[in-house]
């Protein structure tokens, strides 16, 4: 009976631990470099991931972005642009005073 109980709180840690990575959307970056240093110092992807509750991809392309530009942080900036529409610009005050 005593195997049953431990076996439900495992199961449960592990939805938990699965929902908490679902909505991390990255790393901060005192994490990013934590994981860095980990590596650094010789650590497996897999076991730098496990002790930060996070994919194996995660860490995979985080080592690849260090190794290439030799920076951790996340760049600001990136992702998608913006794009100005017709709507955006008749709601945009014209500065000529005609």
Request: hydrophobic letters at 35%; aromatic letters at 4%.
């Amino acid at each position: 009976m005593l195997q049953f109980a431990s076996s439900d709180i495992s199961a449960q840690s592990e939805t938990a631990k699965a929902e908490i990575m679902s909505r991390r959307n990255h790393l901060h970056d005192e994490m990013r470099w934590r994981a860095i240093g980990m590596l650094q110092a010789g650590a497996r992807q897999s076991a730098v991931a496990r002790e930060l509750n996070v994919h194996r991809s995660v860490i995979h392309r985080l080592w690849n972005h260090y190794q290439r530009d030799q920076i951790a942080s996340r760049r600001r900036g990136s992702g998608r642009t913006q794009r100005l529409t017709i709507a955006t610009c008749c709601n945009v005050p014209d500065v000529g005073g005609h």
